[in-house]
């Protein structure tokens, strides 16, 4: 469970620089053996991967889609973590543990099985709690998630399948006031989905800039383990 090229030295890294498997990596154009289509989220991403001696490479900027965090100091890429020399690590917690990005506190209460019934397939579902931090009436969906590259919600498999929301309770675009805390459930939906492969990830992504309020952390993005409790 995407972030920030702040400057413009990580702007032209970025360009040349490449991650495979989530390793730092640099490759030359002109060793490039071949590109391919990245599809992120079932989506075709704007850019391509690349081939270089028989490892394949993808930008920074799927990574960021993903949840992935990276940033440039000193000329170091970093990969996971922001803020250079006082690295702050990416909002991560576990079930039932609370989040604070300055602009939201989100907490996953529950993931569930959901056997299948009429008009759906088996899947999960999960319930997350959010309260608004800022000191405006505030929006979840309209002025916070990202609303571009794909859904801003994505649960993670066992098996490393990722889900995005195939519905979800009311509250996503309603007005939320300051304090206020509401509990939506989302489902999570895929044919021959089996309990045995239950959801071990959700990332949550977050706008770099929200329509109101500020974040107080390098990164606002969460990513939540759903394997352990706090």
Known sequence: ????????????????????????????????????????NGKAHATKAVVVGGQTYVPLSVLKELGIASAVSGGTLSVGITGGATQTRALEGCLKQELFNGNWRVTVQSAAFTPARTGFNTGWTVDVKYANASARPNKLFVN???????????????????????????????????????????????????????????????????????????????????????
């Open 1 to 40: 469970m995407t972030m920030k090229s702040a400057s413009a030295q990580h702007r032209n890294l970025a360009l040349s620089a490449l991650i495979v498997l989530g390793l730092g990596a640099s490759a030359s154009a002109q060793n490039v053996q071949s590109s391919l289509p990245v599809v992120v």
């Open 144 to 230: 916070s998630l990202q609303q571009l590259g794909g859904d801003p919600i994505i649960l993670v498999l066992k098996d490393g399948t990722q889900l995005t929301r195939t519905g979800s309770s009311s509250g996503g675009t309603e007005q939320f006031a300051p304090a206020s805390p509401r509990t939506l459930s989302y489902f999570f939906s895929r044919p021959n989905l089996q309990e045995d492969n239950p959801p071990v990830k959700m990332l949550l992504l977050f706008r770099e800039k929200p329509a109101v309020g500020q974040y107080t952390v390098a990164d606002p993005n969460m990513r939540f383990d759903l394997t352990c409790k706090k």
